[in-house]
């Protein structure tokens, strides 16, 4: 139990495009999503924070206006990244809690490698 | 504000041999989780183990144990009997109590390569 996929797993795109990452999670119903991103050999650093039916609340220094959350579904939240740069190019990883008898447990999807050209 | 470190940036253990990651915290709260996560190659994060602040009993998970001291702040995570697929970048977090849209603080990571 407590599956969590994302999707696309690998995206390249050329700049100035934009790019919609989905979250699920499989077996349960998550009332929060997270949306952290990781640099090489760093620890995650989160983005934001979505309830499901409610606007996200982002991390300081986080333009939520560039990368957009939406929550729509108890089993769906994505992070689109708008008007994509070079320096968008990382590891972005969701996360989803609220699964019954661990509600406060996070479980993470696998991770999407953006690449920005 | 809370806080994770963890001072091993890497460790090395033989295969069969047990070894222990150090975590530390600092926080003013008294109802809290502490979790350890597994970050192999793959780069998936994995839940190793999960722990109660109120609950004195240490959790186990088969080969994974953890010993916490809440008075210390400590929460090491033990690995017996080590295998090849236990390399990966394990990571210790903190959480305050109080439902699933509290943050994880994460500690910056020790890499364990266990070795054939």
């Known amino acids: 139990g407590a599956v969590v996929s994302q999707h696309p797993s690998r995206v390249i795109c050329k700049s100035g495009t934009s790019v919609k990452i989905e979250c699920r999670s499989l077996?349960?119903?998550?009332?929060?999503m997270f949306w952290y991103r990781q640099f090489p050999k760093k620890s995650l650093m989160l983005m934001a924070t979505?309830?499901?039916?409610?606007?996200?609340?982002?991390e300081q220094g986080v333009e939520k206006d560039k990368f957009l959350i939406n929550h729509a579904s108890l089993t769906l939240s994505t992070l689109t990244v708008t008007s994509a740069h070079p320096e968008d190019s990382s590891f972005y990883i969701c996360?989803?809690?609220?699964?019954?008898?661990?509600?406060?447990?996070?479980?993470f999807g696998p991770g999407t490698r953006l690449l920005v050209l | 504000a809370q806080t994770v470190t963890q001072s091993q940036p890497e460790m090395s253990v033989q295969e069969a041999e047990t070894v222990t990651l150090s975590c530390t915290y600092d926080?003013?709260?008294?109802?809290?989780?502490l979790f350890w996560y597994k970050q192999p190659p793959s780069r998936q994060m994995i839940l190793v183990i999960r722990?109660?602040?109120?609950?004195?009993q240490n959790a186990t998970e088969n080969r994974f144990s953890v010993n916490f001291q809440k008075a210390a702040k400590s929460f090491s995570l033990k690995i017996s009997d080590s295998q090849l697929g236990d390399t990966a970048m394990y990571f210790c977090?903190?959480?305050?109590?109080?439902?699933?849209?509290?943050?994880?603080?994460f500690g910056t990571g020790t890499l364990l390569a266990v070795q054939p």
């Open positions: 996360s989803a809690a609220g699964g019954s008898g661990r509600t406060e447990t996070q479980y």
């Open positions: 722990q109660e602040a109120y609950k004195q």
């Open positions: 977090a903190f959480m305050k109590h109080g439902g699933a849209t509290n943050k994880l603080i």
């Open positions: 979505s309830n499901e039916g409610s606007k996200a609340t982002y």
């Open positions: 926080t003013s709260e008294n109802n809290y989780y």
């Open positions: 077996d349960f119903q998550a009332t929060t």
